[in-house]
């Protein structure tokens, strides 16, 4: 079943009649054992039967009004069959029977539909409002032929649920398993599953148990065209976007909770062996009364076109008043598990070739629908040697002037018998000449225009797409002949070549209403300057969004718009900030220029001349961007100022004189890891003079990031955030004051040691949180507590010190020299062991500090560490002294 636009529009054009969706079936009318091959379609007043070559209705029951259906009748002995039953009115034309029993795979879906019509059309025409009669029996054991049919079907071979499990939860087309004792909610169909006892596991060798009130929500999301998701600009075509709306939605009514697991998911299970194509996101929240695992699929590709995207959310909500790390660790399995076995309840083989090969042929996929038709189902459109011709044609060309070595190319085995043309365009233009007697006269010349114009954008991307490594692979691709176009020693009518080619990819066309106009060519409507005109106004223009991409990131756009930089009065860089800031850009264009930016920011400043007023043209973007609501290029827009500011203290001075301190502290809240993660990067950079840490506790920083560590502590999925949170709080720490809030009023300290005790030795995470301990201990009562836990464990890390980990040992031996100042503390290192030696001298002798007679030997990390050392030793014999141990 489809809904196709494509196949519709040419369905509507012999049916006369607005259809919603079609699906291909065999029809068997008045009980004949021969079944006919047909299309229903669903049309407004009428079922249609249009012939297996979509190019007439079948003849004479070609159309059947809703009003002549008396009954329909679902089979019991299979899910594919259904009868309807024929009772004709006084003026209808219907001769075709009184029963029609239909075969098709999706059933249900269509039976839906067929009874919504019916309803409508009965409220229209009769002014009344009746239920559609439905019934069931068991029709295919009735009818020899359908019943031999049917035994020759692997319709009821399935895979069996795994034991304690369940397969009989189906929802808008899928089925999933769930564990035994699982109950539709309230008895709606409405996706919701509840199991009202618990159970129990086992998990790490112990039993486990989940508590009752367990729920299970499966969403389905309708069907969408491929091509049409490609077109938002809020990039939904990107899942993680996505998966982000859909967790702040189910979060907007929580008033505290965090998010433990985010990120992307693979699904582990096919159980009905689907051709489509699944990409998954997962995310766990942890709230104050529930726990919410949740794993969101896009199932692409869908058959039986292969041209449909669908979202599908399963959503497991547990209560949380008992719960441990142990029981979300389950929590989050058994989400994963159930995701795994989602499966779609219709035949997943099932493709119609004949249509799939006709929009192949139209061009209407995109690049991905093409790598999908071609490697899943062997399938490519007829246009595919002109394709080769196209590539081949400028491969020569570009032999011919030198820009690249012919290396096996030029007679790479996929160019036999591929002849060539001077002009490459010329190709392009034959399959226009081809076309012309395809396009119809339907609405006139402006009409035929559009459907022209259109077919020639279809073609500029599908050659793109060929040209960017489909034919030869690595041997030549887009990225080399942008490369060659910026060759010096081109001749001019080359060069002039190579560009035109550049610009019939990129195939710049004006929109209207945000839609593409197709009135005009793109060579009438930019007059071979589309380049241009899409950079001067974006929003007025489109073009192929992955050619652009390239043509960023390769720096033609830089190189070409720098040229005319005198004409425009515009820099590159003002150009690059206000296309990041449009809404008209899509997301993975403004990833790359996100990442150019970057590049741009992270250079020294000997390196641009012109670098303050890069930085004057593109930071109050940046800002305009951190403060918008896509958590993607917010985490772009924080990571190119981290570049920005590391080691350069003017221009923390004029980040922070704009505001950009207000706005990282905000991001704190988005609970986005990769966001959170450069805003604390940016924090590490800002907060480095007491005025920049002083902003900070301001705008109400500390208990944002207390919350993040007491969130985040025994959770080590989140080991980089939680050595940027242990810096930060280390940083704010250098100010009395704050140390004093951090210490006293939150659990910092506990937090971190449970941290420190579970962090890798010799680690970035080891080396932040000892840093922040070592800030905490200026506090006297936080030495005494820190110390009788910790200094254990700094002996053992002092054994294995490197050089190659230098920070750790640094913070390790400044973190021992304060608690030090606690003669207990002191005289705790200084503990012998059976041969009369002391521990500190053990570690240090280990770690080749120094030798067994207590000098220091002769290394880069002994030269490094050893002053340190000696204070620690004077403190230590201190200590003794004071104690009266010497």
């Known amino acids: 079943m489809s809904s196709d636009p494509v196949i519709l529009d040419v369905l509507v054009s012999l049916c006369n009649e607005a259809l919603q969706l079609f699906e291909f079936a065999t029809l068997f009318f008045d009980g004949k054992e021969e079944g006919r091959r047909a299309t229903i379609c669903i049309g407004k007043h009428f079922v249609f039967f249009v012939n297996k070559e979509l190019n007439q209705l079948l003849e004479p029951s070609g159309r059947l009004s809703y009003l002549d259906i008396d009954r329909a009748v679902a089979d019991t002995s299979t899910g594919k069959l259904f009868m309807l039953e024929v009772k004709p009115t006084n003026d209808s034309a219907w001769s075709g029977g009184s029963r029609i029993l239909v075969q098709c795979e999706h059933r249900d879906l269509v039976m839906q539909r067929i009874g919504l019509c019916w309803q409508a059309e009965v409220m229209y025409r009769c002014f009344d409002v009746r239920k559609f009669p439905q019934s069931t029996a068991a029709i295919g054991d009735q009818i020899p032929a359908v019943k031999a049919n049917i035994s020759r079907t692997n319709e009821h071979i399935k895979v069996q649920p795994f034991s304690n499990y369940d397969d009989d939860f189906h929802y808008r087309g899928y089925s999933l398993w769930l564990r035994k004792g699982f109950k539709s909610f309230s008895g709606l169909k409405d996706g919701t599953f509840v199991h009202d006892e618990g159970w129990t596991v086992t998990y790490n060798a112990q039993p486990l148990v989940i508590p009752k009130g367990v729920r299970f929500v499966l969403h389905v999301c309708d069907e969408q065209m491929i091509m049409d998701a490609e077109k938002s600009s809020a990039g939904l075509d990107d899942l993680r976007t996505t998966a982000m709306e859909y967790q702040k939605s189910l979060t907007d009514n929580l008033d505290h909770f965090y998010v433990l697991v985010s990120g992307q998911y693979t699904k582990r299970m096919n159980r009905s062996d689907d051709i489509a194509q699944w990409d998954g996101w997962e995310f766990f929240i942890r709230s104050k009364d529930y726990a919410f695992a949740c794993v969101i699929f896009r ?16 959503v497991m909500r547990c209560p949380a008043k008992t719960m441990t790390n142990d029981s979300s660790e389950v929590i989050l399995d058994e989400c994963r598990f159930v995701a795994d076995s989602l499966a779609s309840s219709h035949d997943t083989q099932l493709v119609y070739r004949n249509v799939i090969q006709a929009r192949l042929d139209t061009l209407h996929f995109n690049e991905e629908g093409y790598r999908f038709c071609e490697g899943t189902l062997g399938m490519i459109p007829v246009h595919k040697r002109a394709a080769i011709k196209f590539v081949k044609s400028i491969v020569k060309i ?37 076309a012309e007697p395809l396009l119809g006269n339907a609405g006139g010349k402006e009409e035929r225009d559009k459907r022209r114009n259109a077919w020639h954008w279809r073609i500029s991307r599908y050659f793109a797409y060929c040209l960017d490594g489909i034919i030869v692979g690595n041997l030549f691709d887009f990225k080399m002949l942008v490369m060659c176009v910026g060759q010096q020693g081109l001749d001019g009518q080359t060069f002039d070549m190579l560009q035109e080619i550049i610009e ?164 704190l809240k988005s609970r986005h890891d990769d966001l959170i993660l450069y ?97 905490l201990c200026v506090l006297g009562q936080n030495k005494i507590k820190v110390g009788q836990h910790i200094i254990p464990v700094l002996l053992d890390e002092l054994t294995i010190a490197t050089i190659q980990q230098e920070e750790c ?46 000098k220091v030997r002769n290394n880069k990390l002994a030269t490094l560490l050893w002053p340190k050392v000696e204070t620690l030793k004077k403190r230590i014999k201190d200590a003794q002294a004071a104690l009266g141990e010497l």
């Open 299 to 314: 199932r692409s590709f869908m058959p039986p076109l292969c041209s449909t995207t669908q979202d599908i959310a399963v």
């Open 398 to 434: 570009l032999i011919a002037a030198g820009c690249i070595a012919p290396d096996g190319l030029e007679n790479a085995e996929v160019f036999d018998e591929i002849p060539t043309l001077q002009d490459p365009l010329r190709i392009a233009e034959d399959l226009m000449t081809q």
């Open 679 to 775: 805003s604390l990067y940016l924090l590490v950079n800002l907060t480095k003079t007491p005025h920049h840490r002083y902003i900070v506790i301001k705008e109400g920083a500390v208990p944002l990031l207390v919350e993040i560590l007491t969130s985040s502590y025994q959770n080590l999925r989140k080991q980089r955030i939680l050595a940027e949170v242990a810096s930060v709080i280390g940083q704010l720490c250098n100010d009395p004051e704050a140390r004093g809030v951090i210490s006293e009023s939150f659990p910092v300290v506990p937090c971190l040691l449970w941290v420190n005790d579970a962090a890798q030795a010799n680690t970035k995470l080891k080396a932040k949180v000892l840093f922040a301990l070592r800030q």
């Open 809 to 854: 040992a640094v913070n390790l031996l400044l973190l021992m020299n304060s608690l030090a100042s606690v003669n207990s503390n002191a005289v705790m290192m200084a503990k012998k062991d059976a041969f009369d030696r002391m521990e500190i001298d053990i570690a240090l002798e280990s770690s080749g500090i120094q030798d067994s007679d207590g």
């Open 504 to 667: 019939f990819l990129l195939h710049v066309n004006p929109t209207q209403n945000g839609a593409a106009d197709w009135s005009k060519s793109y060579r009438d409507a930019n007059g071979g300057k589309g380049l241009q005109k899409l950079l001067k106004d974006p929003g007025e223009y489109m073009s192929n969004e992955l050619v652009m991409r390239q043509l960023v990131s390769q720096n033609y756009i830089a190189t070409e718009w720098r040229r005319r930089e005198a004409v425009s009065g515009r820099s590159y860089e003002v150009l690059l900030a206000e296309l990041i800031t449009s809404e008209t850009v899509g997301l993975g264009l403004k990833s790359v220029m996100g990442r150019q930016i970057l590049e741009m920011l992270g250079r020294s400043d000997g390196e641009a001349a012109d670098f303050d007023k890069t930085v004057k043209s593109i930071v109050p973007s940046l800002l305009k961007v951190m403060k918008g609501n896509n958590l993607v290029m917010c985490s772009y827009a924080t990571a190119a100022l981290v570049n920005l500011s590391c080691g350069r203290d003017s221009m923390k001075q004029l980040l922070v004189g704009e505001g950009v301190l207000r706005v990282c502290v905000q991001q």
